[in-house]
């Protein structure tokens, strides 16, 4: 085997450069699956595509996975000998939903920690037993749950591009080529993790919210033993509906904005926080929304996290209340942070990004808007070409 | 001497690889010594036989280690000269007890802050002469102790594979190969470092306490000075007896299933935290435990951590109530944690891990269980050609 | 093409090695982008050159840049095709201002969250309807509101140094060589980013303050229902004004003593803080000035962070007072940050730099004083030797 | 010149091997210069030696340092042109005192930020006008001061090993073969960095101390309006002798303990903190430290902390009760500091280090008590063959 400087290689080389970029914390750039097949040699990726090719049942799988949006080779290490429970069901199974499992259980997690958090704060408020005599945390408690949460999602739902946010897959999509036809199954696959999640904080604290709201009383705020703040936000009574959304798009063009920033490499001087660094990263900027932007609306920025439990709470009882509690504020948490990452994140490419996105095209991508046809079919070759689709 | 591509090499040559391959803080996998071993190409794994070999005393260390469940080459490294001494008897018993010493004093770390953090803020709740007037510390404090404990404790137990928990030794000898020879020794040495931990906690906040309770009182809740506390778990009182198995179990899935997360370099996207980056990883994952599923039962998740106290506390006068409180809760934080971990780790294997797992074999392992006799064969084969046993 | 060493090397060495120096989070060094420039052996300088050379616009690209004090090349890096979009207007203009851009959103981002963190932190003072019912945040909200919006503000800020703070421009010009015909128009973008974040925040939280002062007030310290210090310092009323320019002072000299420690990589020992650490090493360094020394002014420690916000609360209608008030303290934290970082970074030279700084100069610098003409024309020529101007 | 693999190498390549060595975050081992320079391969040693020959200076100069018990060969880097100031007396100067200079802003640095911790939490406690109402700071502000203080310190010392402190300079001397005659002036520094520090934080709180205690009021705990606390620790009134003794005893224990696990590589697993993650872990270990064992004696477990500090608040006026008060508490913070460094120290080395200490001779070091002379004799040996003195 040879390669491309002309050195003859052995296979032990390849596997520890193979190990290298996968191991690599530090590399930059490519934050979904598609990019990192795109940026390997070409012998590499046919040696990919070989073991791959080797599966029987391989042109199949591929099939489901076009199908659902997804890239036709799954993420997965070639170490891992799979040949030997490659033809059983559920791996094939688990194979053509890796991106979705992992977005999945990414939000499961961060909705767990939050989620249990808020539960456990708000339950022991005041309690004079707690060692320290003042309850089971504080609100910085509640920053910690959301921010760590967040981090280790990340960690879990690394295979997927870790979004847990609709919404940031949303913006992907539109400024970074992420597929749209991926949208549908991790959006599906986000409020999945979000709704069943807050359905074993419930399980979890029922105990401790009978307790807290008398044996069988689900109530929403502004009721003064309410505790459907647990699952989902609500906000300040003072707040105007305007104000409600203006908070949410703030926050949601923040949270973009330093994503973007986090994850440019061009923009590095010295300080890229992408790869190992950015789920660290995440913890602060998570924090630092809860900690600064978190008081009006609850910072919900994600309808994952916010529709999701506020359904659960809605089918285990809290009643029609969860709809129309804030002046029927539940929407906006739903469709405020698509227009806030959506903002923050053509900011970003506005003022900071110099790589590919429709911004960076004449009259700030507005032309596509004229022109549809065209632009669909640039999309989609560029994609064919990347291998994406 | 001339490597796998034809290149002469000098001895420096190979300390160089040498102590690439063991400051590599930003490798990825090998949870445990076996599988750095087996993970050597095979003419360093001579080397390392042959260092060993020209010890005399090396065949009676490899039988004493293999006896007690270990691998029979202890994890040290060549560059420490320890031919000086490795004929003095101490040395060699250490030796031989590498991964159970280093257990012992991780659990022993982890405990000491832990239990530390509780006495603090507990015995000082309140007080007013504290800079702030409101006490040394408040249930903040816990979290930062059990978290940073259990992150320094990893620090000290690397040669071990830093478990700390027996229910996580338990849940790796099932689902990853950890040899179960290996379960008993390793089950003594946390048991032990949890139990003398809190002894020395007793020590030293022996005069706190008598100022706390009343001269020589020691009670448990919910009596209003109880200091029980301070070693063990005690749960709220409005909790049942299934949702404080169900707490406890909850805790120990989520602590299972992002350890095999942050371990897992086949779920890499770029965030992989294995290596130098798993001690904070843990330090974030045992916080959120404590402030997001802290309340009910006071997150044990670990028998060492809840046995061993709870049996010195009984030692040193805290009476039958340590056993009795809550409805003889004290097995639920003995039992719950290997449930919880297995389920944890199941869950993790089923929806997301790719390499080899029972899970991973027809009927997700459960096959096995109708030949156990094939099944056992085979995984001590297994272990025998890696060299585990 | 042949490197420095008589090799023959392909181009993808060249692309390998240049996304290695790229990369690197732990190379050490060079702060701004003319030493990245200064370091690279000649060929690569040339092939940057040539390659920014083949835009026809890059000529006047680069004559905007040099009246703007800036390098003549703008950080970007290659592998961004941008010749797609390097003849539209908006791409030009955003290389021409590439690092005061990267400063604006910097220091942007460092107030929004700063800023916020107050505002969540005083207008939710004693709410009970919090979970765990005392308001959202404590006054260590406020600690890591600022130290992670200047992490945050960091890692956006990369190309221009990441400054944020006009104060630390101004010692870098004095003792690090950076070019004073970048201080201008760094200051510029400082100020209007901290002037306009201030705006944003006002916007977002104008109904919170609303309901905290009563609808339409705006008051300055030592009324009751003070809004006015969400956007910048005001001091403790005890505090003379030596007492207060000595707190600004001290904390200046701090910051800029433990930044220029941080960024030393010829006081290495092992702990270099560079690269990748600096941004968290800053997040810590915010945290404690604002835990350890942030009570008698707030740690303003910024023109930008305290000017900017106080001329909006000024032109929001805050009143006469914004100035007035503390006696006139309002030109302390514009002045103090300046004589404190140069303090801090003198000290620094003195006792511990090794490298070239004017300190290191026949009586520490005091010499050129005396002969000014001669210092100039050296400094002018070193950095065109550089390259710099 | 031609290295050891036969290939010719440019002094390029030397340079860059050489930054490579110096500035990797994930080196292991070596944490003093001496073991620095003892690692190099004997070309480099030479090269260095001769860069520093040709100063003319330079003989003089390792007289100096060799007469201090430094290493006779001060670290700095090459690139570094020294040459353009090097016979200046001022860098001379600096150049003989390097490392006492490191240790003496570290423990200033360290020292600023505890003490300034607790003199803001202290001095603003239950002050209403707070954002959050409830003073500016609470105990945890104090854990967050000296965690980050001797983080920052740390890397400001990194020249010197970074001990700031002599307890844990003694324990070195004692098993890791750092010299004896380098303790005087490390002392020396680390009492005056602590002693100066406490004297800035007196004059910046000075107003601060007034209108807590009263104008001119200085008073030492039991006393209500006490602020002798900001400097140095005074134990709870409850505490015994014994207990006091102990406290500081176990927390020292623990400081050693744990840094010779973070600096142990040899015991690395996968989770070694030596390098750039060391600052970090000892950000946790302080933190912990003062969150789980701060409350009986307020965790002084260093001279240099406690008497610098004590001997300035009793210049300034705070009565000879700074060292009556708590029965003359103020021995202890001085003594055992030492015996528990020492006692843990030997606790890591008798059950986890395999490397060169005492304790890995024969009856664990002792049988050199009865041969002192030899004892000696072997250790001058040792350290000049390593080039140590």
Redesign the interface.
């Known amino acids: 085997m040879t390669d ?2 002309g050195h ?3 296979s ?2 390849w596997s520890s450069k193979d ?1 290298h970029m ?7 750039g ?2 979904d699956h598609e990019q990192h097949i795109a940026a390997l ?1 070409p012998s590499e990726v046919q040696q990919t595509t070989t073991s791959l090719d080797s599966q029987k049942t391989s042109s199949h799988l591929q099939n489901t996975r076009s199908k659902l949006g997804l890239h036709p080779t799954a ?3 070639e ?4 040949a ?2 490659s033809d ?1 069901w ?2 094939k199974v ?2 053509s939903l890796k991106e979705p ?2 977005e ?2 990414g939000v499961f ?1 961060m909705v ?3 989620d ?11 309690q004079r ?17 959301w921010g ?2 967040v ?2 999602g ?9 979004y847990l946010n609709p919404a940031l897959t949303f913006t992907n999509c539109v400024l970074r080529k992420l597929p749209w036809r991926r949208f549908p199954v991790y959006f599906i696959a986000q409020f999945l993790g979000g709704f069943l999640a807050a359905g ?1 904080i419930y ?6 919210i ?2 807290f709201e008398g044996y069988g009383n689900r109530t929403v ?2 009721s003064k033993t309410a505790t459907a ?1 647990i699952f989902c936000t609500y906000p ?1 009574d ?3 509906k305007a ?1 409600m959304f ?2 949410e798009f ?1 926050a949601s063009a ?1 949270l973009m ?2 994503i973007f ?2 994850k440019d ?17 995440l ?3 998570i ?2 929304i809860g ?6 609306t609850g910072y919900a920025i994600n309808l994952a996290r916010d529709f999701g439990p506020r359904l659960m709470s809605y089918a285990v009882g809290y009643g029609h209340e969860v709809w129309s509690a804030g002046g029927y504020y539940f929407w906006i948490p739903m469709v405020a942070p698509f227009l806030g990452t959506l903002f923050g994140g053509i900011l970003y490419d ?3 990004y ?3 996105s429709p911004i ?3 009259y ?1 991508g507005l032309g596509d808007l004229f022109r549809p046809k065209n632009a669909i079919q640039d999309r989609v070759e560029t994609q064919k070409t990347q291998g994406i689709v």
């Open positions: 491309a400087r003859e290689i052995s032990e080389d190990s996968d191991k690599d914390n530090h590399r930059t490519p934050t040699p993420p997965i290490v170490e891992h000998d799979y030997g429970h059983l559920w791996p688990r194979l499992f992992a999945f259980w997690c767990m920690f939050g249990g958090a808020v539960a456990q704060v708000l339950l022991s408020t005041d037993t707690a060692p320290g005599g003042d309850g089971f945390g504080d609100y910085q408690s509640i920053n910690w749950g760590l949460g981090m280790l990340i960690y879990i739902a690394g295979d997927s591009g870790a074993v399980i979890n604290y029922i105990n401790g009978n307790d705020p502004p703040g300040q003072f707040e105007t104000g203006l908070s703030i923040i904005f330093v920033a986090l490499d061009s923009n590095k001087g010295q300080f890229s926080a992408s790869g190992a660094w950015f789920p660290l990263g913890f602060f900027l924090f630092g900690a600064c932007f978190g008081w009006q506005i003022f900071i110099t790589g590919p960076n095209t004449p700030f």
